[in-house]
């Protein structure tokens, strides 16, 4: 509804602003009716972008409002699953096309939900892509912009203690099977991915 209110009084910005363009001069103006003119143009003229831009950024809380419906909210992010195996950097750049980033917990309790939503909508025992890898550095684990992750959920029980796979294993999963535990694997791997957007 807020939408076609903003698109209606654009339209009548729009229409008002052609009228002063298109009416025919009468008789030679004063200049301080020239400068009035100018002014209310500029004025009107502004208008229509600050409109343009509160309905950029309606356009871009509807795609949140789209993805939280299809996908799950959690702690002021919306998560998308994706079910199509691909490659850690595929899927990072289709999150990066879709205007977020591979999904990257940043609490206890953010994981296990992340955990439970992975397990109903891909599967119990799958493994996907966490936007968090060591490439850079060996070891020295980041996310997507780069900043050191401070939340770290590593499945350190069992015969290998993760992370263990040094320079081949760069990535980062979150994996059903192991109760939302992480490890590191191997980039090139297909596995499936969730996308997360931080809703403004």
């Known amino acids: 509804m807020e939408l076609k209110a903003v698109c209606v009084l654009l339209g009548v910005l ?27 143009i500029e004025d009107l003229q502004k208008q229509i972008n600050n409109i343009v831009e509160e309905l950029n950024v309606l356009k871009e809380q509807q ?9 799950k909210k959690i702690h002021g992010k919306c998560f998308l699953a ?6 850690y950097h595929t899927a990072s ?42 490439m ?5 684990w980041v996310d997507q912009t780069g900043q050191s992750i401070t939340y770290k959920n590593w499945d350190t029980s069992g015969s290998a203690p993760q992370p263990d796979g040094g320079q081949s294993q760069n990535c980062a ?4 099977a192991s109760r939302g ?16 957007f931080n809703i403004v």
């Not at 994706?82 to 490659?87: E, G, S, Y």
Request: proline share 6%; glycine share 8%.
């Open 136 to 140: 850079v550095a060996e070891g020295k």
């Open 63 to 71: 795609a949140l409002h789209t993805v939280c419906l299809k996908g």
């Open 82 to 87: 994706d079910p199509l195996r691909k490659r």
């Open 14 to 40: 729009l229409l008002v602003n052609c009228s002063f363009e298109q009416t025919p001069p009468k008789k030679k103006t004063p200049v301080k009716k020239e400068t009035t003119k100018d002014a209310a």
């Open 181 to 196: 535990k992480w490890s590191d694997e191997n980039c090139r791997e297909e596995k499936p991915s969730v996308c997360q």
């Open 93 to 134: 750049d289709d999150c990066n096309a879709l205007g977020g980033v591979l999904g990257t917990p940043t609490s206890s309790n953010e994981n296990d939900e992340l955990r439970d939503y992975i397990r109903q909508s891909i599967g119990q025992d799958e493994q996907v892509w966490l936007g968090i890898n060591d």
């Open 173 to 176: 999963v979150l994996s059903g």
